[in-house]
């Protein structure tokens, strides 16, 4: 997968206004998965949620696609060394970030671990559409705007090392908590840096989906869940 070069290039107002869009949608679609589909019809509320998340991103990206002819090739852009790096990163990230600075982040914040508890039971629910949503629309989406339009954009009118930077801040702000963002911020400039060494989409795709299915399930089975 990867994007195609964007012709012109994005100011930082520009982006920033595209992700908090993308925001925007991310809240609408929670709003409606917890005051909606579970109320109304709880059986069904995984499935609903996961319909709305993938409506919410055909929505965006064909936004993106009518504004700056934003072409998404699933082909170019794969190499060995590519993947390598991949799934180099995404088991570095799983160990810096899930083993290392997040316990530390986690203690740092009262009541960490009670939305911990939470979200471990949410995700057991119903695994499979959990799964989908976390280990595969979520890398997906994350890493077209974040690395391909929003780090491809910005480089072109600041260079790659404000580009990164920024594109880094503006990830870690999509995450919901202060544990999250801290850790989103470290994942969002190894995965830039992923980007710009490959050029490839697909890597950090890749990367992103590797990182969130060793969480994962590292979470949801118990005999990994050593905290």
Request: proline share 3%.
């Amino acid at each position: 997968m990867r994007v195609a070069k964007m012709d012109k290039g994005l100011s930082i107002g520009e982006g920033a206004l595209w992700v908090l869009a993308w925001f925007g949608l991310m809240l609408l679609y929670t709003f409606l998965d917890v005051a909606v589909w579970r109320k109304i019809t709880p059986r069904h509320a995984k499935l609903l949620n996961i319909i709305s998340i993938a409506l919410c991103m055909g929505g965006f990206l064909s936004l993106l696609k009518s504004k700056y002819n934003f072409q998404i090739d699933f082909v170019n852009g794969i190499s060995i060394e590519g993947i390598f790096l991949a799934v180099g990163c995404a088991v570095a990230m799983y160990f810096l970030l899930d083993k290392f600075l997040d316990p530390i982040f986690e203690g740092m914040l009262p009541g960490s671990e009670d939305r911990y508890q939470e979200t471990l039971q949410h995700l057991r629910e119903a695994p499979i559409l959990s799964f989908i949503q976390v280990c595969i629309l979520a890398p997906v989406m994350e890493e077209i705007l974040m690395r391909g339009f929003l780090l491809g954009g910005l480089s072109v009118s600041y260079g790659k090392v404000t580009a990164l930077f920024i594109s880094s801040v503006l990830f870690a702000l999509l995450h919901f908590n202060m544990v999250q963002t801290l850790s989103a911020l470290i994942c969002g400039i190894v995965l830039g840096l992923l980007y710009i060494q490959t050029d490839s989409l697909i890597c950090c795709v890749a990367a992103h989906a590797g990182y969130n299915i060793i969480s994962y399930f590292a979470m949801i089975f118990p005999f990994f869940n050593k905290r």
